[in-house]
């Protein structure tokens, strides 16, 4: 393995994790390149080890953990860096983001992902075998850690979560070695990598199933947020009806006052309905036509596209910035008009930072286990209730809040509100839909503010599934070496914690 500049001591680190096979670099902190590599789009928090191991592929990643197992050194994982819920302070970074290999099988209909692949590389090339990944909103997501956490994606009610349609998962395990997972080979931690959240070892690859989806109807309605009661009324109604093969969304927020905003959606509190409908024009413009006399819109994106471009469905922003959220799983029925109406006002203008709220129909496929049963848990949730802030400042490196970062002046009227107090208003958030919470998703969880739902990590599965994980992971990983992984030992059941 290449070493990092001679006065970094990496050299040593090198010589200690190889044999000259390996084909990946070290960085240490005063190496150039170790800045750009702990970045990651989620700019709140950032990765601050003592080593980078920049892995070319999974030979690089097991010479990595074995190195990080005799030194008894925590190890963290980052591709792009999107879920990003807890920090690392020192012990060893794997970088897996130059794994970016795409294998597409047209006559099985499968394709084999690197650890590193964005779903947006995916997309491309399963359309030009009209296939398409349960990718989600985001083209810029990494694709493994999105599926390792379940995978919601935009066809969701249709074909159920990613997680459900994986078929092979390649780990490196705390043993540092290489295992091909598949249900016959290994049906407990094949069980457990499709939607446990990690913290098992480090995945550098899955095959995963993809569906014959070409093109869908679907885009955006947008209202004014003043008809926000008017319009979560109306769409609640519609989705008791909406078919499986359309998946659905509601999002209320304030759009900056931005130059690169369009002029009518400038500095403007709106709600925004996304739909996606596996159909065409003629279906989406009958079951559409209910949403459409909820209320006068300022405008709406509405049209048959490749699947392609689902990005334009939720329109997100691609770009890294400091961000703050989480999310709670509600039951069959949403919350009544009193605790929605709550929920609204509290994130609307007068937040104390520009907050996003956003509810998802579940439900569908996402209600049904696969016909080979993992650990995605919440199958149960009609709803899925999303807050998410932008801070007016970051936290400093042992967690202690800082001006640097800060994107701007406040959203709302009152003081700049970094992490601590966004965290507290989050929890206020949730509190006001507690009576019908069910649970929690990990695709949704925000940096630190992770915990702020009332049901936070542990929530995310039932008893059952949290005491499976747990001993899978006493077993596999006794030191605690993936601690900093979404399903990490501080989620899991107590009785775990040995080594950590």
Known sequence: MKSGSPNSGSADAGSALGDGNVRGRLLRPADAEYADETQGFQAAYRHRPDLIVRAAGADDVAAAVGHAAAHRMPVAVQATGHGLTSPQHGGMLISTRRMSEVRVDPGARTAWIGAGVRWGRVVEQAARYGLAPLSGSGPGVGAVSYTLNGGVGLLAREFGYAADHVRVVEIVTADARVRHVTADRDPELFWALRGGGGGLGVVTGMEIGLMPVERFHGGQLIYDGGSAGEVLEAWREWTATAPERLTSSLTLMRYPDLPVLPGHLRGRHVVQIQLVLDGGEAEGERLVAPL??????????????????????????????????????????????????????????????????????????????????????????????????????????????????????????????????????????????????????????????????????????????????????????????????????????PEARQGA
């Open 292 to 493: 459409r006399a909820a209320g006068p819109r300022i405008s709406e994106t509405l049209r048959t596209m490749p699947y392609g471009e689902g990005a334009s469905v939720y329109n997100e922003p691609d770009q890294p910035h400091p961000y703050q959220g989480a999310n709670v799983l509600l039951g069959e029925r949403l919350p009544d008009r009193a605790a929605l109406d709550s929920v609204v006002e509290l994130t609307g203008p007068s937040a104390p930072a520009m907050t996003v709220l956003n509810l998802r129909h579940m439900g569908g496929a996402l209600s049904r286990e696969p016909a080979v049963p993992n650990a995605v848990g919440g199958r149960d949730a009609g709803w899925l209730m999303t807050v998410l802030s932008v801070p007016d400042a970051v936290e400093g490196p042992e967690g202690s809040e800082g001006s640097e970062g800060s994107e701007g002046e406040a959203s709302g009227p009152s003081a700049p509100a970094g992490p601590r107090e966004l965290r507290l208003h989050h929890q206020r958030v949730f509190g006001e839909v507690a009576p019908w919470t069910v649970g929690t998703n990990l695709n949704f969880r925000y940096g630190r503010s992770a915990g702020a739902a009332p049901h936070a990590a542990r929530a995310a599965y039932p008893a059952e599934a949290r005491r499976r994980l747990a001993e899978l992971k006493a077993s596999l990983d006794p030191l605690n070496l993936f601690r900093f992984q979404q399903g990490r030992l501080e989620d899991a059941e």
